[in-house]
């Protein structure tokens, strides 16, 4: 259990900075990478997870809730290389623990390697947005079934991959969350993620932002349940099929 909760910090840390980072380095004013758009921004969240699961390897690089959650319902046993971590309650909490904790830290160092840039002058909504996701078009029903679409996809691919000779690894993983964003992130900012957008909501409620606004959490709990019915319905068909 040690080993979950150092790794899975780490690695789900590494995961929100470089992501956060990303979005922060296009949207906020200043920046080099000021208007960088979409595009850029579902690579830097690609690439994210791919430094992220290479830091969490040992520990499966769950970096995910939903991942945690899917793993589960496909009857997996939880991945550390060597042997099988069991599937149990305990190295569940310790899971959903490290991320959550690593997806708020990772969020503070984001916030930090940019601070002067979040001392100028913005919109609270773009502030909000380097930490948490938002709806384009706000439907709670809608976009929520846009993130279980999101997170079904993530969690199923991901399962079907362990069956694939190709042994792309991270790299399969990465490229998969830019095509999900590409493809279904323009309505929600696909959290895909509860970790993700929970932890740095909170960090974002916390840290001494100027202008910085309400953390929107009346739509917060969408990015939470959205991905854990997503990833649970991944892990249940994969296991149906399997």
């Given at each position: 259990?040690?080993?979950?909760?150092?790794?899975?910090?780490?690695?789900?840390?590494?995961?929100?900075?470089?992501?956060?980072?990303?979005?922060?380095?296009?949207?906020?004013?200043?920046?080099?990478?000021?208007?960088?758009?979409?595009?850029?921004i579902n690579f830097g969240?690609?690439?994210?997870?791919?430094?992220?699961?290479?830091?969490?390897a040992k520990t499966g690089?769950?970096?995910?809730?939903?991942?945690?959650?899917?793993?589960?319902?496909?009857?997996?046993?939880?991945?550390?290389?060597?042997?099988?971590?069991?599937?149990?309650?305990?190295?569940?909490?310790?899971?959903?623990?490290?991320?959550?904790?690593?997806?708020?830290?990772?969020?503070?160092?984001?916030?930090?390697?940019?601070?002067?840039?979040?001392?100028?002058?913005?919109?609270?909504?773009?502030?909000?947005?380097?930490?948490?996701?938002?709806?384009?078009?706000?439907?709670?029903?809608?976009?929520?079934?846009?993130?279980?679409?999101?997170t079904f996809v993530l969690?199923?691919?991901?399962?079907?991959?362990?069956?694939?000779?190709?042994?792309?690894?991270?790299?399969?993983?990465?490229?998969?969350?830019?095509?999900?964003?590409?493809?279904?992130?323009?309505?929600?900012?696909?959290?895909?993620?509860?970790?993700?957008?929970?932890?740095?909501?909170?960090?974002?409620?916390?840290?001494?932002?100027?202008?910085?606004?309400?953390?929107?959490?009346?739509?917060?709990?969408?990015?939470?349940?959205?991905?854990?019915?997503?990833?649970?319905?991944?892990?249940?068909?994969?296991?149906?099929?399997?």
């Amino acid at each position: 259990m040690g080993d979950i909760f150092l790794y899975e910090i780490m690695g789900t840390a590494m995961l929100t900075l470089l992501g956060c980072g990303v979005v922060a380095n296009v949207i906020l004013p200043k920046n080099k990478g000021f208007n960088g758009g979409w595009l850029l921004i579902n690579f830097g969240w690609g690439l994210a997870v791919f430094a992220g699961v290479y830091v969490a390897a040992k520990t499966g690089a769950h970096l995910n809730p939903a991942v945690t959650l899917g793993l589960a319902a496909s009857g997996a046993d939880f991945y550390d290389p060597g042997k099988a971590i069991p599937v149990n309650f305990g190295n569940t909490i310790a899971y959903f623990a490290a991320e959550m904790i690593g997806a708020f830290l990772g969020a503070v160092l984001a916030w930090a390697a940019h601070k002067q840039h979040f001392d100028e002058d913005a919109e609270p909504a773009t502030k909000l947005a380097v930490f948490s996701t938002g709806p384009q078009i706000r439907n709670p029903l809608w976009n929520t079934v846009t993130e279980v679409l999101g997170t079904f996809v993530l969690i199923f691919v991901i399962l079907m991959f362990a069956g694939s000779p190709s042994g792309l690894g991270p790299l399969a993983v990465a490229l998969l969350v830019v095509s999900i964003g590409a493809s279904l992130g323009g309505p929600t900012g696909y959290a895909i993620n509860p970790a993700r957008d929970l932890g740095p909501r909170i960090a974002h409620a916390l840290l001494p932002i100027p202008g910085k606004g309400s953390s929107d959490w009346s739509y917060s709990w969408v990015p939470v349940v959205g991905p854990l019915l997503g990833g649970a319905l991944g892990g249940l068909l994969f296991l149906g099929i399997s």
